[in-house]
Nanobody, 117 residues
Framework: QVQLVESGGGLVQPGGSLRLSCAAS????????MTWYRQAPGKQRELVAT???????NYADSVKGRFTISRDNAKNTVYLQMNSLKPEDTAVYYC???????????WGQGTQVTVSS
């Protein structure tokens, strides 16, 4: 049984930081590309950051320089360090695991991030 469990969300003031975690089980974590997506109310889900099995990273323009994605294959966990948070970063953040072929594609349940004073 595959599970992706996100944690670390919450309420933070503008300019603050949060670190999201996504712990995976039931998959060979090291072969999956891991991606963080987010969805704000009334908006489409959007890609935030990706890290490939080989460690290559890619970011949405809106978060470049503020967010950092990383992975720990020994812990089957992917992280998203979010700094200099803005109100527009408010969304539900989802973790995704996907193989290169796309044959295996899994989602977590999401964690709420709210940036507000």
């Amino acid at each position: 049984q595959v599970q992706l469990v996100e944690s670390g969300g919450g309420l933070v003031q503008p300019g603050g930081s949060l670190r999201l975690s996504c712990a995976a089980s039931g998959i060979i974590f090291s072969i999956f590309a891991m991606t963080w997506y987010r969805q704000a109310p009334g908006k489409q889900r959007e890609l935030v950051a990706t890290i490939t099995a080989g460690g290559t990273t890619n970011y949405a323009d809106s978060v470049k320089g503020r967010f950092t994605i990383s992975r720990d294959n020994a812990k089957n966990t992917v992280y998203l360090q979010m700094n200099s948070l803005k109100p527009e970063d408010t969304a539900v953040y989802y973790c995704n695991a996907r193989t290169n072929s796309g044959r295996y594609d899994y989602w977590g349940q999401g964690t709420q991030v709210t940036v507000s004073s």
